[in-house]
């Protein structure tokens, strides 16, 4: 291992490091295995939409299976989404203090072996997508475009948090896609809703490296806001919560989705008031609780779901 750290310096002791072979580390660092909450914040608009959709539809036969394979590629293609990102970053990884310990600044993988892996993983993910319709199929591809293009984008630009929120936020499209072979205003004010929580929970996330971005010329919308950072939360997680809510409307969501809804903005005004750009550990913190935030909007959603056809 070159006596390179044998953890990623942003990981606490997880199955990764206590129960994993040694030979397999290394990889599932890669995927982030070791730190799921970004597959979890991934998942979220897919659950969100997959749920919201049978709603419309009355039917929710198909949704335990959707649920089931948005998680398990949720995991995948967030593992080779990172897999990518740490290819095309590594000359960066290795000025940031809290990433130059990843498997390919610290010589634990080569990048041959990472696009191998990459390429495993993108194989799993098409695996879970041909399960779908094939409408499902062409818009699950079409992310992928925007996924190439992230981990550039805070090179050249002090919003890239725009276009993760695009990445990121494409499972709402895609519930719509698998449950109603379609996308509708519906699905697409869904989008525009996660995309501005994504803004906002991934601006928590890069006030981690704000001063190692600073020093190497990193973008971010961290560094924009700076001090104003409150204030930018208060705007992006607003507008998530309106146009969350204009999806509810478009809908013809009931009490069990409105008041999801509600729990998620109080969940979110909770972050503002709590968080302190100073304090990386606590924006860690407050960037992972975004998982409970999604998973409340879900559980209502989910129940909104189950009692319009029972």
Request: proline share 4%; net charge positive; with cysteine.
């Amino acid at each position: 291992m070159n006596g390179a750290p044998t953890r990623v310096a942003d990981a606490t002791g997880n199955w990764v490091d206590t129960r994993a072979p040694q030979w397999s580390r290394p990889y599932l660092r890669l995927s982030r295995l070791d730190r799921p909450i970004g597959s979890w914040l991934l998942l979220m608009p897919c659950w969100w939409s997959a749920a919201l959709a049978a709603g419309v539809a009355g039917s929710i036969g198909q949704l335990p299976l959707a649920i089931a394979l948005f998680f398990i590629g949720a995991f995948v293609m967030r593992g080779a989404g990172c897999t990518w990102n740490d290819i095309t970053d590594r000359d960066l990884d290795a000025l940031v203090e809290r990433t130059r310990s990843r498997p390919i600044p610290a010589g634990q993988v080569s990048v041959p072996q990472a696009m191998a892996f990459l390429v495993v993983q993108a194989l799993i993910g098409l695996a879970v997508l041909v399960q779908f319709n094939r409408f499902a199929v062409a818009t699950g591809i079409a992310s992928l475009a925007i996924v190439a293009v992230y981990p550039f984008m805070k090179r050249i630009t002090w919003w890239p948090q725009i276009v993760l929120g695009l990445a990121f936020s494409w499972g709402a499209l895609m519930g719509f896609a698998v449950m109603q072979g379609r996308i509708d205003a519906t699905a697409l004010a869904l989008y525009a809703g996660s995309i501005a929580w994504v803004i906002g929970y991934d601006t928590i996330y890069a006030h981690q490296d704000a001063e190692d971005d600073a020093l190497i010329g990193i973008k971010s919308t961290a560094r924009l806001f700076g001090e104003r950072t409150h204030q930018a939360l208060m705007v992006f997680y607003a507008l998530a919560v309106v146009l969350i809510g204009v999806a509810l409307v478009l809908a013809g969501a009931r009490w069990p989705a409105w008041t999801g809804l509600a729990a998620f903005a109080l969940h979110l005004a909770w972050q503002i008031r709590r968080l302190e750009i100073s304090d990386p550990a606590l924006c860690l913190r407050i960037f992972k609780s975004n998982r409970e935030a999604g998973l409340l909007l879900f559980a209502g959603l989910l129940a909104d779901a189950v009692i319009r056809v029972v």
